[in-house]
């Protein structure tokens, strides 16, 4: 079993910058690839970032890419999304998910963990 726990989430202005994070803990060997998804209120659930076990690979949805980053400290069991020149589009629940592929990883059934979820509110 795995856990994953999402935090950072917040309050902040169209613009600006914020950072979640994702903490592992439990059998996270297990695990390979690592994402980030968001659901707003009335929409389906969808992959923004993936990455990697060695974070040399790295996936983003055409909406985010460009502005948003995914990284991972393996050493930490830590996986954080840096997310910058925000937008009220942005605002969402974001979830921390981790797979145990390597190359099929960006629709909800290829995750097998997932986080409760940290909210991101993007004002105007």
């Known amino acids: 079993q795995v856990q994953l726990v999402e935090s950072g989430g917040g309050l902040v202005q169209a613009g600006g910058s914020l950072r979640v994070s994702c903490g592992a803990s439990?059998?996270?060997?297990?695990?390979?690839?690592m994402g980030w998804f968001r659901q707003a209120p009335g929409k389906e659930r969808d992959l923004v970032a993936a990455?990697?076990?060695?974070?040399?690979?790295?996936y983003y949805a055409a909406s985010v890419n460009g502005r948003f980053t995914i990284s991972r400290d393996n050493a930490k069991n830590m996986v954080y999304l840096q997310m910058n020149s925000l937008k009220t589009e942005d605002t969402a629940v974001y979830y921390c998910?981790?797979?145990?592929?390597?190359?099929?990883?960006?629709?909800?059934?290829?995750?097998?963990?997932w986080g409760q979820g940290t909210q991101v509110t993007v004002s105007s």
């Open positions: 998910a981790a797979s145990k592929w390597t190359t099929r990883v960006r629709t909800i059934v290829d995750y097998d963990y």
């Open positions: 439990g059998r996270t060997f297990s695990t390979s690839s």
């Open positions: 990455i990697s076990w060695s974070g040399g690979t790295t």
